[in-house]
């Protein structure tokens, strides 16, 4: 056995010296700076790391002597290796997911019952606050017959119900943003299997539930903008209410409730810094009629608005303070 090695050791070696001796007689061809091909039976250092051909005698090429990677492609493979390993492990996980939401949602409509669902507490939850909102402006009707406390402290829960409106509108967002998704991820999968990519800028169509015109939401990214949007919020009361300005403070902007059937009363609340940092405003319009002794003589929802113009007073409002038409 020991014999058997031996001699396969030894054979390697003499194919080895075989060739290092045939390539020790070739040549070696290489190009300068300048670009011009040399020839030469010894490659001078300097070209030694650019790399050359070693030709035998018959001037055939028999090897290529690639230079050495310098440290920033060999960074570079080592990240792409990295990048290859972590878009692995991120395509497995997607996998995982994609075939878990398969298995909780056997159709597209499961998904759309269970963002509707979601969404019809928070209704439930801002009908009750703006039901609130509604009886404390009812109050308001008689404020020559209250007290500065009375007045005030109306003020102060008028304001802290258009905060809780804030904060269930971003509830409503984030509800809409999740199942939103989850509806895009499952029709991709339902095309193109588990761990397919999305392609960017797709969305749910018309699947999105309209807000209710009542209830208009910006978000300001700065104190200036929302300082200048404020007074522009005011702007918009005073030309598109049928009801004077009632209350005014740095953070509420109500104007008297509506008598008439047709009439269209509007409110506006400004929070300087709510949900991620930035600045909110929200614009609440409320129609008819209401009775003289402050009760409302219409069918429908406390302040509610189905009109057109109650429609367009709440399209416009956007546009109209931000100044992108």
Known sequence: MITFRFAILTSITVVALAIASQLHAGLYRWVDENGKV????????????????????????????????????????IDDEHARRIEEQRNKRQIAADKSLISAYRHE???LEARDENIAIVSAAELVINGNIHRARLHLLHMSSLTDKQVSDLKKLLHRNYVSLFRYDHEREGIEEK????????????????????????????????????????????AETCGRWWKRTKQYLNENSDMPL????????????????????????????????????????DCGDISPSGERQQTSHEGECFSQRSKGISKQFRPFVTGAY
Request: proline share 9%; with cysteine.
């Open 38 to 77: 040399h020839y030469s039976d010894s490659m001078p250092p300097e070209v030694a790391l650019k790399g050359s051909d070693v030709l035998n005698k018959q001037g055939i090429r028999v090897m290529t002597i690639t230079p050495p990677k310098s440290k920033d492609e060999q960074k570079a493979i």
């Open 109 to 111: 409509r499961d998904i």
């Open 179 to 222: 199942y939103n998704g989850l509806l895009l991820r499952y029709r991709h999968i339902q095309r193109h299997g588990p761990g397919a990519t999305t392609p960017m800028g797709d969305s749910p169509d018309s699947d999105v539930p309209f807000l209710s015109c009542h209830n208009v939401h910006l978000k300001c990214p700065d």
């Open 246 to 285: 009632l209350i005014e403070t740095d953070t509420l902007l109500s104007t008297q409730m509506p008598i008439q059937r047709e009439d269209i009363s509007l409110s506006a609340a400004f929070e300087p810094k709510g949900a991620n940092g930035y600045g909110e405003i929200l614009l609440d319009l």
